[in-house]
């Protein structure tokens, strides 16, 4: 009877283990499938459940990590991205080792996140853009560690009263001191339920006399039912409108409307703008050099990748049909949103959540006019924190602006201090002028009659992109860079699987080695210096600028091709003279097969055609180290000059140095 009461007592237990842990999958199941559809509290109540139902339900502690880290509530993703970590001892979601440091970084903890990047580069197996993107959070970490006590030129305070809530605004256009127009998802209660969705809509406030934002009833006829209307631009001369038109949150087109005394009705703007399978979003508009541009965020498949920055010239109040990518120095693999133009500085302002910051998503500037941006510039940890920031405005004639941002502070849930977004007021305040500020590099003490002339950087001189083949035969040679013994290092294979464009990023990433390497070295004062000024304008001007160069050029020749003509490129490969001759002579065959296949899936690989053809051919022309600069080193005991200094790094490139074209 004993054997036979145990053997009960074990079926029950177990059936009751199986109930428990099918309940659980049933209750994972169920929020997966509500928060696919966008419904995140409404997920974490079925994963809540499945974890009540069995603890140690690994999915539903990493899809717990999910719902909340879409609902950018960073502390308690952060917690269920580590209690995934510490029951996962088969390795079976590396991904949350990831989301765990994005997390740590969103808190501002980036010698943490640094080190959870690390695990989870030693675990992750492919070599994906999630790989790519872990090595690019290292930078992040390293530049917010090193930036985060910087001082700036901005100074960061409460908007005025009435214009936050405890829900999310965005896009701020102020018309002038007294009048905004902004979107907002404001709604009667708290709650977000799904027999009620909230969409995102436009609104207009004025600031009455005693300082309070007020809102109105809007004036334009744009309001719409059952779908998203935000990102709001007014013309210069106040006659059209512009703004996004949103299915879901992803699925975004631009629209208008004209006022001429009454408003027309909204006009969908005409393709390449507007394209089926593609989201363009959030519309701003530049005056520069006596043209009007539409400057506008798209994912379409031509662009570098996520959410990239593109223009278009308005002639007559229309768009013309030529758009254009705003290019390697705006955009990145990541996400680059809410342009801004401010027409009297001739600055555009954006943000990204990619190029190096202080997490999440950053603002940066890049002064010159669209198709001829310089190199941008973050605007420091005052505007920029470890959460979001981002829909930045700003008008010189008043030195003020506002962006913004879903930092702790401001008007938020107590349940999550860091979900929704409020607006915040920026003023430039100028630059306290030292006269003894020295090069960020360190610098010998140098007796006083030694010292350096200071070099003054100025922006570059504008060069407006080559239209037309004679054009581009103007701008030859156009030279690619590379790190030592990249690509692929330590081979004497003369191929390559790598893109030039892949190179350039890794080459980016390591620039702080560069400075680091001079700072550290036996050089002089006066050679750091020199070292240092150079070094930083090569790799601004001369490897980040490289890629706008030759994408340039590649747009100029599929034109050429198009129209049926034959093209050859003569590409020389030089080498720094470290190796031995044959070693070098193979490398820079490496590098010549690395541009070449770039061009092969440029633009959704629209030459791969004419290269399989014979159309377009590459010959190439390798020196090696042949016709490297005398006064390069190639002393393995020198790794300053050898390596790291301005003339080694100038001798590894390779080319275009003709283009010939036949009809």
Not at 576 to 592: D, F, K, V, W
Request: net charge negative; aromatic share 12%; hydrophobic share 35%.
């Amino acid at each position: 009877m004993i054997w036979r009461h145990f053997l009960i007592v074990i079926i029950v237990l177990a059936f009751g283990v199986q109930s428990n842990a099918q309940s659980g999958r049933q209750y994972i199941a169920k929020g997966n499938k509500e928060l696919l559809d966008g419904f995140a509290n409404s997920a974490i109540f079925y994963y809540k459940k499945a974890l009540s139902a069995d603890t140690f339900l690994l999915e539903a502690n990493f899809m717990m990590g999910e719902a909340y880290r879409s609902l950018r509530n960073y502390k308690r993703a952060k917690r269920s991205y580590e209690a995934t970590i510490d029951m996962d001892g088969e390795d079976k979601f590396p991904e949350a080792i990831y989301y765990l440091a994005e997390m740590q970084i969103h808190l501002g903890k980036y010698s943490n996140a640094k080190r959870t990047i690390n695990s989870f580069l030693s675990v992750y197996r492919e070599r994906d853009d999630k790989y790519r993107r872990a090595r690019d959070l290292i930078v992040t970490c390293d530049f917010a560690l090193d930036h985060k006590s910087d001082t700036t030129d901005y100074e960061v305070m409460d908007p005025d009263s009435g214009l936050n809530s405890v829900h999310a605004e965005m896009n701020p256009f102020a018309l002038n001191e007294t009048m905004m127009y902004f979107s907002t998802m404001r709604y009667e209660t708290d709650e977000f339920k799904k027999s009620n969705p909230v969409y995102i809509e436009i609104e207009k406030s004025v600031k009455d006399t005693s300082g309070i934002w007020q809102s109105v009833e809007l004036d334009i006829p744009i309001s719409e039912k059952g779908a998203h209307i935000g990102n709001g631009v007014w013309s210069s001369d106040s006659t059209r409108f512009y703004y996004s038109r949103c299915e879901s949150r992803t699925d975004c087109e631009i629209f208008q409307v004209n006022y001429s005394g009454t408003w027309s009705e909204p006009i969908r703007l005409d393709e390449p703008i507007n394209i089926p399978g593609s989201s363009s979003t959030q519309p701003a508009l530049a005056i520069a050099d006596g043209r009007e541009y539409l400057i506008f965020s798209s994912d379409r498949e031509s662009g570098k990748g996520g959410m990239d920055l593109w223009f278009v010239e308005i002639k007559q109040g229309k768009p013309l049909s030529r758009i254009r990518n705003l290019g390697t120095r705006i955009n990145t693999k990541g996400d680059e949103i809410t342009p801004y133009f401010d027409d009297k500085d001739t600055a555009l302002y954006f943000s990204s959540n990619r190029h190096a910051g202080f997490g999440g998503f950053d603002v940066f500037v890049s002064r010159g006019i669209p198709g001829n941006l310089q190199l941008i510039e973050n605007l420091g940890p005052q505007v920029n924190g470890s959460a979001d920031d981002y829909y930045f405005t700003f008008k010189t004639t008043d030195s003020t602006g506002y962006f913004a941002s879903n930092r702790k502070g401001g008007l938020k849930p107590e349940s999550n201090e860091t979900c929704c977004n409020d607006f915040y007021k920026v003023r430039r305040v100028p630059p306290v002028i030292e006269l003894d500020t020295v090069d960020s590099l360190e610098i010998d003490s140098l007796p006083v009659d030694t010292i350096p002339e200071v070099i003054v950087v100025t922006r570059e001189e504008y060069i407006a992109p080559p239209e037309s083949l004679e054009e581009l035969q103007e701008l030859l040679p156009i030279s690619l860079y590379f790190h030592n013994d990249r690509p692929d290092p330590r081979t004497m294979s003369r191929s390559t699987l790598a893109t030039y464009e892949e190179s350039v990023d890794e080459y980016l990433t390591i620039r702080q080695e560069y400075a680091d390497a001079i700072s550290n070295s036996a050089l002089a004062g006066r050679d750091k210096m020199s070292y240092g000024t150079e070094l930083m304008n090569f790799f601004d001007r001369d490897v980040k600028g490289s890629l706008t160069r030759v994408d340039q050029a590649l747009d100029v020749l599929l034109k050429q091709l198009e129209l049926g003509n034959d093209i050859s490129l003569a590409v020389k490969g030089f080498a720094s003279p470290l190796a031995e001759a044959e070693y070098n002579l193979n490398l820079t065959y490496r590098r010549i097969a690395s541009m070449e296949n770039y061009i092969e899936v440029y633009r959704n690989r629209s030459f791969l055609p004419y290269l399989q053809s014979g159309q377009l051919s590459i010959e190439p022309i390798p020196y090696g180290e042949s016709q490297a600069a005398e006064q390069v080193s190639d002393a393995l005991d020198d790794r300053t000059r050898a390596i790291y200094s301005p003339q080694a790094a100038k001798e590894r490139r390779i080319e275009i140095m003709r283009i010939d074209v036949s009809e």
